[in-house]
Structures are given as C-alpha cells and as structure tokens.
C-alpha cells in the first residue's frame, strides 16, 4: 500500500504568516490528493481536491499544489481561525490512506 | 446539497459489535461513493473501507478485514458500518463520508469500548 506522510507534525506562526505544509505519497498517485482541515472537536472539512483545486467556499488564502509523490499546502496569511490540523488524502485508488496530520497554532 | 446524518452514541462492551447507520438527503445512496473513517481519541483519521465505483464494490481497510461490514439499504438512501469483535482499541468517532474526494462527512457517532 502507499504510504503518506507530512511534515511539519506541527508549527507555530503569527498571524499573517505565510504557512507551508509538505505531503509526501510513497509512489506516485498523480494528483489523486485532498486537504482537509479539522478544528478541535469539530468534523473534518475538504479544502482541496486533485491537489490543487479549492472547494466552494474555502478562502482564497488557502492553496494547493504537487503532483506525483510531493505536495503542499499553503497558507498565504494565517488567520487566528485557521487553527487547526490539517490532514492530506490519497484518493486514486483503494486505501484511501490518510497523512499522519499537521497541528497548526498562533504564536 | 448532500447532507449526512448519523446514529448517536453508542456504548458496547467488549467483544459486542456496533452497527452505525448514515442517513443520505440531497441525493439518492446510489449516486454516491460512501465511505467510513474512523479517529480514536487524540489521533488521526483512519481510513476504514468504502465504495470503489470503478470495481463496482465495497473495499475494506486491511485492519479490519473480517470484523467489518458496510451495507447500504437503497430504499431508505442509508448506509452502515458494522464493527464487531470490539476491544477497547475501537473506541473512537465513526464518521461516513461521501465522494471520490470526502465530502460531505457526517456529524460523526461516538462509540465507546468499556467492560
């Protein structure tokens, strides 16, 4: 099975930082690749699918890009409500493994 | 707008099953792609099995081939994840979630393992 993995496991930035998270596939899934975004308590929310594409909704300063084995998602201004894990997702085929998560906080 | 809507908590003692339902709206069962995923507490998403619509059937997660069965009632556009065997270890949140790409998610049922 593919392996998924992310780096950083957390970070800490100030408000209007830019913010960059790393997902990493152990073979290529193309860019059968989402984001979700988790608040405490709260049910996973998709952010971006085919690795690049925002979800209705979702705030522009969110973005998405890789394709193959490497992605990223960035955040271009981090906000105080974008505390959150974040979680990567490949979709191309059975299992549909989810990344180990970032913990994103304010500094 | 699809919406999903699941059984409520549930307490189970060891070795017992669960069976959580995941009531569809918006659209019809058959038009979606349902999966199960799971999260013990503190921990991350855990995938646990859905439908594959390119082989036309339900996939299960390795981890919890043999003491997992998902279903899906057309009549009443609802889906279920029977768990059984349970151990402590299977305490967590039972989300279904629908889509090649997972959305929407249900609310989630909490399901606790305890002697």
Redesign the interface.
Known sequence: ?IQMTQSPSSLSASVGDRVTITCRASQGISNYL?W?Q?KPGK????LI??ASTL?SGVPSRFSGSGSGTDFTLTISSLQPEDVA?Y?C?K?N?????????TKVDIK | QVQLVQSGAEVKKPGASVKVSCKVSGYTLTELSMHWVRQAPGKGLEWMGGFDPEDGETIYAQKFQGRVTMTEDTSTDTAYMELSSLRSEDTAVYYCAAGSWFDPWGQGTLVTVSS
């Not at chain 1, 085929?93 to 998560?101: C, K, L, M, R, Y």
């Open positions: 099975d989402a979700y988790q049910v996973p929310k998709l699918y085919a979800q894990t979680y997702q979709y085929s059975a299992p549909a493994t989810f990344g180990p998560g």
